[in-house]
């Protein structure tokens, strides 16, 4: 069963630092980008950084950068989400989705869409209060 599972959220206070794995379950994850995204309590999901398979670029919003770091590990099949400097503002779910990409179709950036992404987690919750 194709899965990605997401753990590592929980309640911190500001300042402080969090850091989200997530797994890939019956896939290999390292043709896949991978992507972060979170949703805020009646807010749209954003995405917040992704990085790309193979040369593993990546690439982050301007509301997380210098706080936030991704990055994966393929021998372990999961990616990683470092914030560090939490905000009340970063409280969200956060998801983590893999995009399919080969590495003979040239350079992977992030897809206009979030629908371009294959396969979602359940999610995990971040929420950051004193």
């Known amino acids: 069963q194709v899965q990605l599972v997401e753990s590592g959220g929980g309640s911190v206070q500001p300042g402080g630092s969090l850091r989200l794995s997530c797994e890939a379950r019956?896939?290999?994850?390292?043709?896949?980008?991978i992507g972060w995204f979170r949703q805020a309590p009646g807010k749209d999901r954003e995405g917040v950084s992704s990085?790309?398979?193979?040369?593993?670029?990546?690439y982050y919003s301007d509301s997380v950068k210098g706080r936030f770091t991704i990055s994966r590990d393929d021998a372990k099949n999961r990616a990683y989400l470092q914030i560090d400097n939490l905000k009340p503002e970063d409280t969200a779910v956060y998801y983590c989705?893999?995009?399919?990409?080969?590495?003979?179709?040239?350079?992977?950036?992030?897809?206009?869409?979030?629908?371009?992404?294959?396969?979602w987690g359940q999610g995990t919750q971040v929420t950051v209060s004193s």
């Open positions: 990085i790309a398979p193979y040369d593993h670029t990546t």
């Open positions: 019956g896939f290999v994850l390292e043709q896949y980008a």
């Open positions: 989705a893999a995009d399919y990409f080969q590495d003979s179709w040239g350079e992977w950036e992030p897809p206009p869409l979030q629908e371009e992404y294959d396969y």
